[in-house]
């Protein structure tokens, strides 16, 4: 599967993006899909995954009750909704896709086989 992400860009803190991430050369149908984000200077970190089958979603402490990851089944697209922006929130973002969901997993990036080339989240007032 190739990766696809966009959504990107400039936002005041406390503002709202939504990123897409879309997936193309194969259906989502069993996939686990993530997204990590990485700022200068620091290791990728993980976000949020959602287990495309079900529904399931995990997030990092970080972004729970600000951000929100769901799927658009049709559109073969993941989206992350992201509110309540901060300045550590401040990173370029990729999507990941596993095909199977790993239980007890899918917040590390080498749980996932398939990377997006990133979009770059710029949150400054």
């Known amino acids: 599967v190739q990766l696809q992400a966009s959504g990107g860009g400039l936002v005041q803190p406390g503002g709202s993006l939504r990123l897409s991430c879309v997936g193309s050369?194969?259906?989502?149908?069993?996939?686990?899909i993530g997204w990590f984000r990485q700022a200068p200077g620091k290791e990728r970190e993980f976000v949020a995954a959602?287990?495309?089958?079900?529904?399931?979603?995990l997030y990092a402490d970080s972004v729970k009750g600000r951000f929100t990851i769901s799927r658009e089944r049709a559109k073969n697209t993941a989206h992350l909704q992201m509110n309540g922006l901060k300045a550590e929130d401040m990173a370029v973002y990729y999507c990941?896709?596993?095909?199977?969901?790993?239980?007890?997993?899918?917040?590390?990036?080498?749980?996932?086989?398939?990377w997006g080339q990133g979009t770059l989240v710029t949150v400054s007032s």
């Open positions: 050369g194969d259906t989502f149908g069993n996939y686990g």
């Open positions: 990941a896709a596993r095909p199977r969901w790993l239980v007890g997993g899918m917040t590390e990036a080498p749980d996932y086989d398939y």
């Open positions: 959602i287990r495309w089958s079900t529904g399931a979603t």
